[in-house]
């Protein structure tokens, strides 16, 4: 079964920096890119970062490019997202999701919740 | 940045039929994949590609796409249905991928 697990959220300070994981199992990891989706409280999703299989391809929207960096670790079958520089509009659920093929992410973890404020 | 547009919110009858759009600028030259989200759990995938049904996705549910509207098409609406639902498509501008506001289904 493929499975997701998300965690390192938290409550941080603005300007502060966090490190989000993901830890995949059930599949070949470092044959499929990977993303992550945050959701503010209350609002719809957003796409926020994608990385190639290999983790030579990183995606970035543009209202984190800079402060946000995507990396994986294809040994420990684990995908990550270092957040530096961190405003209170980057409160939200951080998940990971499994891109199939091109965009059809399945599955998603279960999210890890990231509150900016002080 | 690409936009894409959905109505807020869907009502519908159970047994009837619900249908949600998804408007984008010839859309129909893009791959659209749908997901559900119920309350407090992640987003599913249902539909991949604009008319594929993922694993264990009811028949009921279908899509098409073409011309500016993709179109989400779910039949003999069920409570379990209610949900909100999100379209998602890849650009080739400064942000690749592209999440519609999400339309909350309310089944009546």
């Known amino acids: 079964e493929v499975q997701l697990l998300e965690s390192g959220g938290g409550l941080v300070q603005p300007g502060g920096s966090l490190r989000l994981s993901c830890a995949a199992s059930?599949?070949?990891?470092?044959?499929?890119?990977m993303n992550w989706v945050r959701q503010a409280p209350g609002k719809g999703l957003e796409w926020v970062s994608s990385?190639?299989?290999?983790?030579?391809?990183?995606f970035y929207a543009d209202s984190v490019k800079g402060r946000f960096t995507v990396s994986r670790d294809n040994s420990k079958n684990t995908l990550y997202l270092q957040m530096n520089s961190l405003r209170a509009e980057d409160t939200a659920k951080y998940y990971c999701?499994?891109?199939?093929?091109?965009?059809?992410?399945?599955?998603w973890g279960q999210g890890t919740l990231v509150t900016v404020s002080s | 940045s690409y936009v894409l547009t959905q109505p807020p919110s869907v009502s519908v009858a159970p047994g009837k039929t619900a249908t949600i759009t998804c408007g984008g600028n010839?859309?129909?030259?893009?791959?659209v994949h749908w997901y559900q989200q119920k309350p407090g759990q992640a987003p599913m995938l249902v539909i991949y590609y604009d008319s594929d049904r993922s694993s264990g996705i009811p028949e009921r549910f279908s899509g098409s796409n073409s011309g500016n509207t993709a179109t989400l098409t779910i039949s003999r609406v069920e409570a379990g249905d209610e949900a909100d639902y999100y379209c998602h498509v890849w650009d080739s501008g400064s942000e690749p991928w592209v999440f519609g506001g999400g339309t909350k289904l309310t089944v009546l």
């Open positions: 010839n859309i129909g030259s893009k791959n």
């Open positions: 999701a499994k891109d199939l093929n091109h965009g059809d992410y399945s599955p």
């Open positions: 059930g599949f070949t990891f470092n044959s499929y890119s």
């Open positions: 990385i190639s299989g290999s983790g030579d391809g990183t």
